[in-house]
T-cell receptor
């Protein structure tokens, strides 16, 4: 049983499309993070959320604590957005991070 | 400034050998994390260091795994008597303040370990 589930596992989009990646979790959390892992392996932190919504450039992240669900949206997608997007939650009972297996996004020019 | 660095970038070893993986965190970061990423699996927490506090070792999968952090800076992850299932990418991250739930973590490039 995975504490964090992401969907879809793989996603291919045309450049310019609006993209949504979903994350559902089963534990009580104090924070949720979205990470981006590029093909070379480097991981970059995109957002930390504990409630509501955050926006950074073309990226928007939302969280619904009651529904235990978060979404990452990419507007006007670009080939450089191609990466694996990872959802991670910090459990406030286990005091540790749980990670989703990631969503592999490919944006085609 | 420099980011988190890890060495070696790749390590191939034979089953039963010991390996040491090194992490240099960003200067001034008080918290340091080790994770493991196996093929097709999500990131798995291994160990967490925060300042001079006792490390949280709850993620270490067996007593063959150990880690230390000297002088509050460089950390070494040691795997003794390596097994094939230890093959994975080992990632190190550091953060400035040490609030585990909310800190932005800065990840190193990882060490890809292959146990033959």
């Amino acid at each position: 049983k995975n504490e964090v589930e992401q969907s879809p596992q793989n996603l291919t989009a045309q450049e310019g499309e609006f993209i949504t990646i979903n994350c559902s979790y089963s534990v009580g959390i104090s924070a949720l993070h979205w990470l981006q892992q590029h093909p070379g392996g480097g991981i970059v932190s995109l957002f930390m959320l504990s409630s509501g919504k955050k926006k950074h450039g073309r990226l928007i992240a939302t969280i619904n604590i009651q529904e235990k669900h978060s979404s990452l949206h990419i507007t006007a997608s670009h080939p450089r957005d191609s990466a694996v997007y990872i959802c991670a939650v910090y459990s406030n009972t286990g005091n540790q991070f749980y990670f989703g297996t990631g969503t592999s996004l490919t944006v085609i020019p | 400034g420099a980011g988190v660095s890890q060495s070696p970038s790749n390590k191939v070893t034979e089953k039963g050998k010991d390996v040491e993986l090194r992490c240099d965190p960003i200067s001034g970061h008080t918290a340091l994390y080790w994770y493991r990423q196996s093929l097709g699996q999500g990131l798995e927490f291994l160990i967490y260091f925060q300042g001079n506090s006792a490390p949280d070792k709850s993620g270490l999968p067996s007593d063959r795994f150990s880690a230390e952090r000297t002088g509050g800076s460089v950390s070494t992850l040691t795997i003794q008597r390596t097994q094939q299932e230890d093959s994975a990418v080992y990632l190190c991250a550091s953060s400035l303040v040490g609030r585990r739930s909310t800190d932005t973590q800065y990840f190193g490039p990882g060490t890809r370990l292959t146990v033959l």
